[in-house]
Nanobody, 122 residues
Framework: QVQLVESGGGSVQAGGSLRLSCAAS????????MGWFRQAPGKEREQVAI???????SYADSLKGRFTISKDNAKHTLYLQKNSLKLEDTAMYYC????????????????WGQGTQVTVSS
């Protein structure tokens, strides 16, 4: 059973930076595609970034240039570096994983974590 545990959230002022981490367990190979999505109160789920099993990446258009997704296969850890944070980046951020990239692209991951809260203030 794949388990995903996010960390690194918190409160930050606008313009600041945060790095989220997601520790994955329950599998030993690197065949999973992984990603981050977020959800703010009263808003729909928003895909943030995805990294394929081979390392290819994709981002929401509105976040390109500010967010960077990466992973360390040896540590089974996924990261999201977030720079130039804006008030509208306030949300719960969730880590997700699936062996099928298309499931992540469709917003239907097989596994996701409990989330880590990011709050951006002025």
């Amino acid at each position: 059973q794949v388990q995903l545990v996010e960390s690194g959230g918190g409160s930050v002022q606008a313009g600041g930076s945060l790095r989220l981490s997601c520790a994955a367990s329950g599998y030993t190979d690197s065949s999973y595609s992984m990603g981050w999505f977020r959800q703010a109160p009263g808003k729909e789920r928003e895909q943030v970034a995805i990294i394929g099993s081979g390392g290819s990446t994709s981002y929401a258009d509105s976040l390109k240039g500010r967010f960077t997704i990466s992973k360390d296969n040896a540590k089974h850890t996924l990261y999201l570096q977030k720079n130039s944070l804006k008030l509208e980046d306030t949300a719960m951020y969730y880590c997700e994983a699936d062996t099928a990239l298309w499931r992540l692209l469709l917003g239907q991951p097989g596994y996701w974590g409990q989330g880590t809260q990011v709050t951006v203030s002025s």
